[in-house]
T-cell receptor, first 113, second 115 residues
Framework: SQTIHQWPATLVQPVGSPLSLECTVE??????LYWYRQAAGRGLQLLFY??????ISSEVPQNLSASRPQDRQFILSSKKLLLSDSGFYLC????????????FGDGTRLSIL | AQKITQTQPGMFVQEKEAVTLDCTYD???????LFWYKQPSSGEMIFLIY??????QNATEGRYSLNFQKARKSANLVISASQLGDSAMYFC????????????FGRGTSLIVHP
């Protein structure tokens, strides 16, 4: 069966520090991969998605970036965090074809001080 | 562009009763899929149920069923015999066919189940 791992679960970082959140998927190949951010009590905001290695699409201009160095690995990064980057970050995957549901990781709660 | 509307920001239900969470969608596509997700307070998003636009029967998954009314563009989630563990945020989403990989999510409905 397929599983998705996202870490860390919680992160507290100072303003201006770098960020690296990692997400890996097991049990499937060539998945679509997604990074979402969710502000407290709000809906999901799509940040990045990828349909293949090295293929990254950005939905919202920001100081974050994403990379997909391997088929089942998706990384969210920042060189310098802002206070506004605080939030709950969710990684998700879906099958590459058809109308397939997304499957989410457990999320990372990021607090910027 | 697609749009998902969840008009109920919060809902309350007594344990063991049924509850309906509303979702209306706006799409010009003929082929699409509708999804419901549950997000407990711990944060993870859990896929609950799927309905295809060409499916003639309403989808069911255990205590969850989807009341799909295509002409009205509604896809309401019905939870039967509510349990305390059903307390969570619920999100409706739509994904069109034809190469799009990005679902459109509603803003969610908070459900609280009272004992």
């Amino acid at each position: 069966s397929q599983t998705i791992h996202q870490w860390p679960a919680t992160l507290v970082q100072p303003v201006g520090s770098p960020l690296s959140l990692e997400c890996t998927v097991e049990g499937t190949s060539n998945p679509n991969l997604y990074w979402y951010r969710q502000a407290a009590g709000r809906g999901l905001q799509l940040l990045f998605y990828s349909v293949g290695i090295g293929q990254i699409s950005s939905e919202v201009p920001q100081n974050l970036s994403a990379s997909r160095p391997q088929d089942r690995q998706f990384i969210l990064s920042s060189k310098k965090l802002l206070l506004s980057d605080s939030g709950f970050y969710l990684c998700a995957w879906s099958e590459g074809r058809g109308r397939q549901p997304q499957h989410f990781g457990d999320g990372t709660r990021l607090s910027i001080l | 562009a697609q749009k998902i509307t969840q008009t109920q920001p919060g809902m309350f239900v007594q344990e063991k009763e049924a509850v309906t969470l509303d979702c209306t969608y706006d799409t010009s596509d003929q082929s699409y899929g509708l999804f419901w997700y549950k997000q407990p307070s711990s944060g993870e998003m859990i896929f609950l149920i799927y309905q295809g636009s060409y499916d003639e029967q309403n989808a069911t998954e255990g205590r969850y069923s989807l009341n799909f009314q295509k002409a009205r563009k509604s896809a309401n989630l019905v939870i039967s015999a509510s349990q305390l563990g059903d307390s969570a945020m619920y999100f409706c989403a739509c994904l069109r066919s034809g190469g799009s990989y990005i679902p459109t999510f509603g803003r969610g409905t908070s459900l609280i189940v009272h004992p």
